[in-house]
């Protein structure tokens, strides 16, 4: 079992950065693939990013490729640094671990966080 928990989200004028880290409790992340995704008020959750275990296959849904950058910091730890935010980029952000790769989507992921909530006023 993986308990993750997100910290990091807050509020912050377009343009602006955050960085977002998942922490692990229970087990290390070692051998997971960890994703993050996002869901926006009346929005379903959608893909962000996701790292393969070592972190040498990563993925990016295109609307934040190029600002965004997932990064594995040690065995207990991902982080998701956010640059260049905007306005639609405003959600709940929530990391996830699975077992193996089985794709860019909410149901390939087993374990999840709490969320953690990004504000990007305009």
């Known amino acids: 079992q993986v308990q993750l928990v997100e910290s990091g989200g807050g509020l912050v004028q377009a343009g602006g950065s955050l960085r977002l880290s998942c922490t692990a409790s229970g087990r290390t992340l070692g051998p997971y693939v960890m994703g993050w995704f996002r869901q926006a008020p009346k929005k379903e959750r959608e893909f962000v990013a996701r790292s393969n275990w070592n972190g040498d296959t990563i993925n990016y849904a295109d609307s934040v490729k190029g600002r965004f950058t997932i990064s594995r910091d040690n065995s207990k730890s991902v982080a998701l640094q956010m640059n260049n935010l905007k306005p639609e980029d405003t959600a709940v952000y929530y990391c996830?671990?699975?077992?193996?790769?089985?794709?860019?989507?909410?149901?390939?992921?087993?374990?999840w966080g709490q969320g953690t909530q990004v504000t990007v006023s305009s």
């Open positions: 996830a671990a699975s077992s193996y790769y089985r794709g860019n989507y909410p149901e390939a992921y087993e374990y």
